[in-house]
Nanobody, 115 residues
Framework: QVQLVESGGGLVQPGGSLRLSCAASGFTFSSTYMSWYRQAPGKERELFATISATGDNTNVLHSVRGRFTISRDNAKNLMYLQMNSLKPEDTSVYYC????????WGKGTQVTVSS
């Protein structure tokens, strides 16, 4: 059974940092492309970061490039999102996504950036 569990979200002040994790199980993580999406209130879910199966290649949306870093540890079946210089507009529910079969989603973790 495929499971994706996000963690690490919370409330942070503008300019702060958070690191999200996505724990994967039930599939061959090391051969699967993975992505981070986010969805702000009243907005569509947005793809903003993707990492190749080996971790050698990443693609990050321009709006978060230089602030957000996607990475993975295939030995631990974990994907990470390091978020720095957070802004109020980064407030969203953050989801991890596995690119296989029809696609698999985690349940999300809330990130709130507010003073």
């Amino acid at each position: 059974q495929v499971q994706l569990v996000e963690s690490g979200g919370g409330l942070v002040q503008p300019g702060g940092s958070l690191r999200l994790s996505c724990a994967a199980s039930g599939f061959t993580f090391s051969s699967t492309y993975m992505s981070w999406y986010r969805q702000a209130p009243g907005k569509e879910r947005e793809l903003f970061a993707t990492i190749s199966a080996t971790g050698d290649n990443t693609n990050v949306l321009h709006s978060v490039r230089g602030r957000f870093t996607i990475s993975r540890d295939n030995a631990k079946n974990l994907m990470y999102l390091q978020m720095n210089s957070l802004k109020p507009e980064d407030t969203s529910v953050y989801y991890c996504y596995a690119h296989r079969e029809g696609g698999y989603w985690g349940k999300g973790t809330q990130v709130t950036v507010s003073s």
